[in-house]
Structures are given as C-alpha cells and as structure tokens.
C-alpha cells in the first residue's frame, strides 16, 4: 500500500517531478498508515513547518497532515483523502512551503474553508478551517493536486524568486544527473 519507509521520511524538493503529480486515493487504512501520519507530523514539526502533504515525501497518495500552532499540540491532525466542500472570504497573504524552501510570495485564498476528509481509520469527517488552517488546508490540497506555490506566483514573484528557483532547479539537477523541466 505505502511504498515509504515512515522511519526515513526526506523531504522532497521542487523541481522534483513528484511534487506536479496528482495523487491518488488513500484505499488502505489502518495502522501502517497511522504510524506514516505520524513520522509526517514528526517531520513537518523537525522542518518548521505547518502543514505537509504526501507528495512532499515522495507519496503519491491523498494524504496531508497540519497543526496551525507548528509545534506538538493537540491540533495536530491527518487528514485523508480531502475535499473542499465550501469556501468563503479572501486574504492574499504571504505563503512559505517547505519543499521551495527560502522562497516566499503572497497567495490569494479563502479565509473560511469547510472539508470531507477520512481519518486514518478510514472514519469520514467534516472540519471547517478559518484563517491560518483555511490556508492550510488550501496549500496541502493543492499539494495533493499536483500544484505548487510557484504555480501560484505572479510574474513579478516569479521574477524576485528566479534566482531561489534556479538554484534549486541546479540543485535537483546535480543530485539526479536530469535538467529540470520547470
């Protein structure tokens, strides 16, 4: 089912072709894919992060895990399989990611946002995110959709992050000997 070792979790980097591919439905619950959600949420904490979704370790499955407060608390939380049920407002705020590390550009999304998700038992529930976890929630299933905050880059953005994304086009390109097609 999970093709990752959740004990030896790396971050998957852009321009890595892993993070444009759509993922596909979680079918399999239980508690190999608890113990994954798990070293997720270990690894999003040791990364400095809030949200991370499976494409960001190399899973190409409908899996995201997020905790608003970006440390241990009890709003950490997997969620399989999302959907966007309703959205409302906008903000256009300023977005990190962790697999575009040092890049940041300001992102247009909705500032309520309610989903469907399963849990990683396979129990379907219903959530409603304001602010920071409405964003979260957004970034993450874009994750799972295959598309990336520089997708979401106006062309002045992607003009004062050129030089952050050819260095880690460069990058990726040396560490698997293939030129980016970004």
């Known amino acids: 089912m999970l093709p990752i070792d959740a004990d030896n979790l790396k971050l998957v980097k852009y321009p890595d072709p892993l993070l444009h591919t759509p993922c596909a439905q979680v079918t399999e619950f239980g508690p190999e894919l608890e113990a994954l959600a798990r070293s997720m949420i270990g690894m999003m904490y040791k990364s400095r992060g809030v949200g991370l979704a499976g494409p960001q370790i190399g899973l190409g ?12 608390s009890e709003c950490e939380k997997a969620y399989i399989n999302p959907v966007i049920l309703e959205q409302d ?9 962790l697999s575009l590390p040092g ?10 946002v309610r989903i469907r998700a399963q849990d990683v038992q396979g129990n379907t529930f219903e959530e409603t995110g304001a602010g920071l976890l ?9 994750h799972l959709h ?6 979401k880059m106006s062309p002045v953005a992607r003009l004062a ?6 260095e880690l086009e460069e990058r990726h390109e040396q560490a698997t000997g293939k030129p980016s097609d970004e």
């Not at 407002?89 to 990611?97: D, L, S, T």
């Not at 890049?103 to 309520?112: E, F, G, M």
């Not at 992050?161 to 050819?166: D, E, K, Q």
């Open 61 to 72: 499955q409908m899996i995201f895990v997020a905790n608003p407060d970006g440390q241990p």
């Open 89 to 97: 407002g906008q903000e256009v705020i300023e977005e990190g990611c």
């Open 103 to 112: 890049i940041n550009c300001r992102v247009k999304r909705a500032t309520l």
């Open 134 to 142: 409405a964003r979260i929630f957004q970034h993450e299933i874009d």
């Open 146 to 151: 295959g598309i990336l905050l520089s997708d």
């Open 161 to 166: 992050n050129r030089r952050t994304l050819r």
